[in-house]
């Protein structure tokens, strides 16, 4: 079956506690954020609340278990962190939202392919809110955007865009990591890497498409989305 063929409705079973919704203040440090990870998975596979953390980092480039050393064209440019995630190499930064989605799938399905077509219908559903079309590809994990107004790819197909990446880990059926979507980051920052590995599409923002926003404008038709496709949340410090 194709991943767009998938069911992606992963809402918990009947009883299950609202999943915590926490946004941080500030640029949050990537070390920092993969420590406090790690903890969160640790509480939620003993049986802990689940949890949603939506965070902004400084400029800096991820490595994902499936990184090719050639597709880091600036390795000087900004700091370079491995991590354990799936993927390849992407970036972060101020102005793109990061959410590490903490979930317990023995509580809702066992699935990890529903599980990466889930997090890319919130994407959608949130872009959908601001009039933006977002769509998946069934041989590129993300969420991509048409831009008939660029030239055409050689191949004569339209040229895409991509507006937010998925890069996930599981451990005991927990998952972390998650998607980053790009609202107005300093897209040159993307050119000092091969973002996960593709060099045939470009990579595009809300701002950059057009829409006056900032980030509180983005993270309350997010929570809306997501609450749509995996349930309830709660408010979190």
């Known amino acids: 079956m194709l991943r767009t063929d998938l069911e992606y409705s992963m809402l918990p079973r009947e009883g299950s506690r609202p999943i915590r919704w926490r946004i941080a203040d500030g640029l949050v440090p990537y070390q920092e954020a993969v420590e406090n990870m790690e903890r969160e998975v640790a509480a939620i596979g003993e049986g802990g609340d689940e949890l949603v953390w939506l965070v902004e980092h400084p400029p800096l480039y991820t ?8 597709d880091l064209v600036q390795p000087d440019r900004f700091p370079v962190f491995a991590t354990g995630r799936g993927g390849e190499y992407t970036y972060h930064g101020p102005g793109q939202r990061v959410a590490y989605v903490m979930l317990d799938l023995r509580r809702r399905r066992q699935d990890v392919r529903a599980f990466v077509t889930a997090l890319e219908e919130v994407i959608i559903r949130t872009l959908d809110s601001m009039n933006v079309r977002g769509e998946r590809r069934e041989d590129r994990v993300g969420v991509w955007v048409r831009r008939p107004e660029k030239a055409a790819l050689p191949d004569g197909t339209m040229a895409e865009d991509k507006i937010a990446a998925l ?6 059926w927990v998952t972390f990591h998650g998607l980053s979507l790009n609202v107005e980051p300093d897209l040159d920052h993307f050119s000092g890497i091969v973002p996960c590995g593709i060099s045939a599409y470009g990579v595009t923002s809300l701002v950059d498409l057009g ?4 980030m509180a404008d983005v993270d309350i038709p997010l929570r809306q989305a997501f609450e749509s496709v995996f349930g309830k949340t709660v408010s979190d410090r």
């Open 63 to 70: 490595a994902g278990t499936s990184a090719d050393a050639k």
């Open 167 to 172: 890069g996930i880990r599981l451990r005991k």
């Open 211 to 214: 829409l006056p926003v900032v």
